[in-house]
């Protein structure tokens, strides 16, 4: 099963409300890239299809996270599992159409050739974890829980001040477990690519 597979599978057996169908359509749609879309220009899936595989392991991570007993048990914390797949999933549509391929020299034994590198090419400039929150709100309602979890996915990587960040996590759970979940993909699952 390919990955556009898997998060389409995912997709329809755990988010079911109200404009998910829509968004659905519009991520499957010509003028969206999210199948094809690197997840970032050099870092972690910096590579043709490296976005949805990136959300595919960030939802396993997160799962993961909010399937641990001390999770339920200890702190009490429980999220539907639409709420797990909204958050993860989503987390980052931000960098839907964002990239764009370029060219550059590199020399490679001692030879100058052309090689292909992404870059950034933002049209909608809101930011990161807010983007994503706008553009699926645009289709479906979120929680609140979903919304702050998506916004503050990047946890203490972002640009925001860290008190407003550190009270973001605390407040609202699934956030902090997302901005683990993020972090575990980005580091170990995906890690750096090898230069070209």
């Known amino acids: 099963m390919s990955d556009k597979e898997k998060f389409i599978s995912i997709y329809k057996e755990k988010i079911t409300r109200e404009g998910s169908a829509e968004l659905l359509a519009y991520l499957c749609s010509?003028?969206?890239?999210?199948?094809?879309?690197p997840a970032s220009t050099r870092f972690h899936g910096a590579e043709v299809?490296?976005?949805?595989?990136?959300?595919?392991?960030?939802?396993e991570c997160l799962v993961d996270i909010m399937n641990r007993k001390r999770m339920k048990e200890v702190y009490g914390i429980h999220y539907s599992d639409e709420s797990i797949a909204i958050a993860a999933l989503l987390h980052d549509l931000c960098k839907i159409n964002f990239y764009r391929?370029?060219?550059r020299n590199v020399k490679k034994n001692g030879t100058w050739t052309v090689v292909p590198y992404y870059t950034i090419d933002d049209t909608l400039p809101y930011g990161?974890?807010?983007?994503?929150?706008?553009?699926?709100?645009?289709?479906?309602?979120?929680?609140?829980?979903?919304?702050?979890?998506?916004?503050?996915h990047m946890g203490f990587s972002g640009p925001e001040d860290n008190g407003t960040v550190g009270k973001a996590l605390e407040m609202f759970p699934l956030a902090f477990a997302l901005s683990v979940?993020?972090?575990e993909a980005a580091y170990f699952l995906e890690g750096m690519p090898e230069e070209n």
């Open 181 to 183: 979940a993020d972090m």
């Open 128 to 152: 990161h974890g807010e983007k994503s929150v706008y553009i699926a709100s645009g289709f479906m309602r979120l929680t609140r829980d979903e919304a702050f979890a998506i916004r503050y």
């Open 30 to 37: 010509e003028s969206c890239d999210f199948f094809t879309a």
């Open 49 to 59: 299809g490296g976005l949805c595989r990136h959300s595919l392991n960030v939802y």
């Open 101 to 103: 391929v370029d060219s």
